[in-house]
């Protein structure tokens, strides 16, 4: 993993003279994250993989301890570019005032937890519930200055526009929600049954498949819709890209980079929905990913599925066969940096710099697929420019047979060839996709 900017302060807990059983349990919590993040910066393992090799190993944790320490870590990520100026203020103990402010600033349930950390840094948290989060921060250190774009490494800015800066880091700052796409079952039913179990479910108004869970971690496996693979979790902004392609029934397709099948399965289900489902292949070369595609089908009761791994350089498919062929390109992830907010501060510009020549002879070699009048799909979950519409542009200008077709942006309504995704627009993922055809 990358070099990263993150330096924690020093933390000696033992150091720290307490009062109280509460500022014990603060202090306990303090030392865990502490932990944690260095392991974490020291490029051991990203946050969730962490976090869950953390709990598997320390099973004395019950539900209360593992969301506090969950939520607490993750917003340590999303805050870093804030909370890291908090090093340079009078306090004798910056990790605890870090740790203050970060559940000052996503109003975490744990309030006493949250004023014992304060009371042992010595600092003030207490800003207007209401305010934005930049304001409560500046209220609370007025000496120190904050600003969104801080919210984001400095290394991305060269890659976006600053005049978003302010949108999309506040977005990308936010917790997300957990969005699903229901196959084979009627979304309005399923989104009642859910609100009955307790569940805040809400159809999406975009998609008539779509719903969204609420921002609380579920047990999916006490969903039977799940567990029966009716109900799929699939970020929104990951469902624009099935949509985009529209594969219609009988067709076949092509999924070139399927990793563990999200876009398979909603493709399958997109066309199973219209009268017949399309005959799809699916390749990676992640062999492991494909084995839980092929888990994730046969739950679903999806047959028509075939797995082809790309082993080579050479095709696992044949030439100019398919109405269909889906380029969900390996990239910097950058439109998933709310769901992994860890990722912004391990990761550096080579995220995005080492991808457009690998995504490029990806989207070249997998367009040999696509017979004539057929579709080509190429989507990132990135947020650089270098990454989407470059690499498209470069692919349209060495292959004149194939041409950009127009979609309709599902969020804003625009017609274009070239649609991004933002975070903000539909409180979803970052995704790029673009949809081309092949003339002759
Ligand atoms: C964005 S992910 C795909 C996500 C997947 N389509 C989904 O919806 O769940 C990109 C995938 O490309 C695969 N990949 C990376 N390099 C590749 C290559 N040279 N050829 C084919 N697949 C590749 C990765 O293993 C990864 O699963």
Redesign the pocket.
């Known amino acids: 993993m990358a070099h990263s900017p993150i330096t924690l302060p020093a933390f000696d807990a033992q150091a720290i003279t307490v009062s109280s059983s509460q500022e014990v349990r603060a202090l306990s919590y303090a030392r865990t994250l502490h932990q944690l993040m260095s392991d974490i910066q020291q490029g051991k393992l990203p946050a969730d993989k962490m976090l869950a090799n953390y709990f598997r190993e320390h099973k004395k944790h019950g539900s209360k301890d593992r969301r506090l320490l969950r939520e607490t870590l993750f917003a340590l990520f999303r805050w870093w570019g804030w909370l890291n100026k908090l090093a340079t203020t009078d306090t004798q103990q910056p990790w605890l005032a870090m740790l203050a402010t970060a559940a000052m600033l996503e109003n975490h349930k744990w309030q006493d937890i949250a004023m014992a950390w304060a009371h042992l840094a010595g600092v003030n948290i207490n800003a207007e519930d209401s305010a934005t989060p930049l304001t409560r921060i500046q209220t609370c250190f007025p000496t120190l200055s904050f600003d969104s774009k801080a919210l984001l490494p400095d290394w991305f800015w060269q890659f976006a526009d600053s005049s978003q800066a302010q949108q999309l880091a506040d977005s990308l700052s936010q917790r997300p929600p957990i969005w699903a796409r229901v196959q084979g079952i009627c979304r309005d039913k399923l989104v009642t049954e859910l609100q009955a179990e307790g569940i805040p479910a809400v159809a999406s108004k975009v998609f008539d498949d779509a719903l969204t869970l609420g921002h609380k971690s579920i047990n999916l496996n006490d969903l039977a819709a799940y567990r029966n693979g009716k109900l799929e979790i699939q970020d929104l902004a990951?469902q624009v890209i099935g949509q985009v392609c529209a594969p219609k029934p009988g067709e076949k397709w092509w999924?070139?980079?399927?990793?563990?099948?999200?876009?398979s399965l909603q493709l399958s289900a997109l066309s199973q929905a219209k009268g017949k489902a399309v005959t799809l292949t699916a390749?990676?070369?992640?062999p492991q990913?494909l084995e839980e595609l092929q888990k994730r089908a046969r739950r679903a009761g999806l047959r028509n599925i075939q797995v082809a791994p790309?082993r080579s350089d050479a095709l696992p498919v044949a030439t100019a066969e398919f109405d269909g062929v889906l380029v969900?390109?390996?990239?910097s992830c950058t439109g998933t940096w709310r769901r992994n907010p860890d990722m912004r501060w391990l990761d550096n510009a080579s995220a995005i710099t080492d991808k457009p020549q690998?995504q490029l002879d990806?989207l070249t070699r997998s367009s040999q697929a696509v017979k004539v009048g057929g579709v080509l799909v190429y989507a990132t979950?990135s947020l650089a420019q270098a990454e989407n519409g470059d690499v498209v542009d470069a692919f349209l200008a060495a292959n004149p047979e194939f041409k950009a077709i127009d979609s309709v942006h599902p969020f804003t309504g625009e017609t274009q060839s070239q649609i991004t995704v933002w975070p903000y627009e539909a409180d979803s993922d970052g995704m790029f996709v673009a949809r081309m055809t092949r003339k002759a």
């Open positions: 990951s999924d070139t980079c399927a990793g563990a099948g999200g876009k390749s990676d070369i992640r990913a790309w969900d390109a390996p990239c690998l990806i979950c």
